[in-house]
């Protein structure tokens, strides 16, 4: 069985602060890792993902996340926080089953930004 | 465009009626999802497709059906809706990678 725990439900930052999104896993394999992003009122987005290639992974809108095996996390990051990055932010973990991915979300965490 | 419709983008349902939520994708992928989105409660799988002619059940699968006939489609049904299954809907699948793509959702309301 798989799982995902996001540490925060809520996260607040100022403009041009670093961010840190947490992240724990659990996976009876070697597991697909995901962020997405929802924004208010829209659909998800892939952010990155991490598919057992480097084991730290860039993404779009200069996010970033570190797979540590050791610690079964996989936290999001990003140097300097913008406005638009207010959004909802979930994990995803996802093995494969019967050929194809079955992913497990997790609850989100809901990064507010402030000027 | 390539990516995944969902229609309606919105409804407002009496409780006890039938309903069919429409998901279609033009990207040849063939693994499909459903899931509901609820407040604090994140996005929760209620079944899902591995190939055209297969289903499962995900985590939330009672009070719905789906079927899958061919790659592009992917509806889900509410055989009679309940109150209970107010949320948004969303629709996605994925590639070889299990990148997902959503659709825009739907806003389901059942009074």
């Known amino acids: 069985a798989q799982s995902v725990t996001q540490l925060d439900s809520h996260v607040s930052v100022s403009e041009g602060t670093p961010v840190l999104l947490r992240c724990n896993y659990s996976s009876s394999y070697s597991p697909s890792l995901f962020w997405y992003v929802q924004h208010p009122n829209k659909g998800l987005q892939l952010l990155l993902k991490?598919?057992?290639?480097?084991?730290l992974v860039k993404g779009i809108n200069g996010f970033e996340a570190e797979f540590k095996k050791s610690e079964t996390s996989f936290h999001l990051t990003k140097p300097s926080a913008h406005m638009s990055d207010a959004a909802e932010y979930f994990c995803v973990v996802s093995d494969i089953s019967g050929g194809s991915y079955i992913p497990t979300f997790g609850r989100g965490t809901s990064l507010i930004v402030h000027p | 465009i390539a990516g995944i419709t969902q229609a309606p983008t919105s409804q407002i349902l009496a409780a006890g009626r039938r309903m069919t939520l429409r998901c279609t994708q033009d990207m040849r992928h063939n693994a499909m999802y459903w899931y509901r989105q609820d407040l604090g409660l994140g996005l929760r799988l209620i079944h899902y497709s591995n190939t055209a002619g297969t289903t499962g059940k995900g985590e939330v699968p009672d009070g719905y059906s789906v079927s899958r006939a061919n790659t592009d489609d992917f509806p889900l049904t509410l055989a009679s809706a309940v109150p209970s299954q107010t949320s948004v809907y969303f629709c996605a699948s994925s590639n070889q990678l299990g990148e997902q793509f959503f659709g825009p959702g739907t806003r389901l309301t059942v009074l």
């Open positions: 991490y598919t057992s290639a480097a084991t």
